[in-house]
């Protein structure tokens, strides 16, 4: 065994696509485009929701949050990617590195924990229409984001220490656009299987988990709605969760393929484009699916819209 101290390795190179020129120009204006749209679009959601009075209800409060993750984890993992396009050493730092993991790991982790307490929201708003202000007061809309946070932190908390003092002591190029855990375990110079089945028990408790108290939830929206005697009332009680379950579809579909499998084969460039889909993709629709399909941010965002015409009306008057 290679002994030499894990300090050795002070960079490491992201490889990223590894493609001609010409396509690495076309993904970045691309990626460019869709995280500026991203950054845009997620910042309007929060600003409507924090200034729009008919925005505030438990529902928006956790629209804003997530969109508040998007712009987060977007910022981790993007900006790096961006710049190494036109970088000669696509180079990051050994602390920058295992930083922009922890944070990477850290807000996708919450995200899933949102996930599963937005969709707990909509069973209480549906199941229990008339508790509902009971249930999801503020105190209790409190809790559960902060304890999205708490268990996040806790889920990641045995992989990274394990992986944390483990010797990295050469090559250093890590196949992917960013510090992913498993390009990164590839590198170390030592027994990885401890860290590697903590990190996958992780992933597969956390995804799974959360995704089962998701389904438990929509399962028991899915009997009440069923219950509606008008189709009107039901197509009403559906239409207030389609967003909600299109976001948890492409989270989830993509993060179970990457993390919830063991490790085996070379599968590392679609996992490239299936982390494309959570850190770039997604968050970029994610405004849009909640804004199109709803009629209080719609018409929140035309007021809002009104008012700056106004604002910016009244200010060229007075030059």
Known sequence: MDNRNKTSVTQFILLGFQNEKKVEIFLFCLFLLMYLTS??????????????????????????????????????????????????SRAISFVGCLTQSFFYFLLGSTEFFMLAVMSFDRYAAICHPLRYAVIMSRQMCTLLLLGSYLGAFLSILAPSILTAPLPFCGPNVVNHFFCDSA????????????????????????????????????????????????????????????????????????????YVRPRKGSVMDVNKFATVLNTIVTPTLNPFIYSLRNEKVKDALRDACSKCAGALSAFRSQQ
Request: one cysteine or more; proline letters at 3%; a positive charge.
């Open 183 to 258: 390009p990164m375990l590839r590198l170390v110079c030592a027994d990885t299987r401890v860290a590697e089945l903590a990190d996958f028990i992780s992933s597969a408790l956390l995804l799974l988990g959360s995704l089962l108290l998701t389904g438990a939830s929509y399962t028991c929206i899915i009997i009440t709605v069923l219950r509606i005697p008008s189709a009107q009332g039901r197509q009403k009680a559906f239409s207030t969760c389609v967003s909600h379950i299109t976001v948890v579809t492409l989270y989830y579909g993509s993060s179970i393929f990457i």
């Open 39 to 88: 950054l845009v679009g997620n910042t309007v959601i929060i600003i409507l929701v924090r200034c729009d009075y008919r925005l505030h209800s438990p529902m928006y409060f956790f629209v804003a949050n997530l969109s508040f993750l998007e712009v987060t984890i977007t910022s981790t993992v993007v900006p790096k990617m961006l710049a190494n396009t036109f970088s000669l």
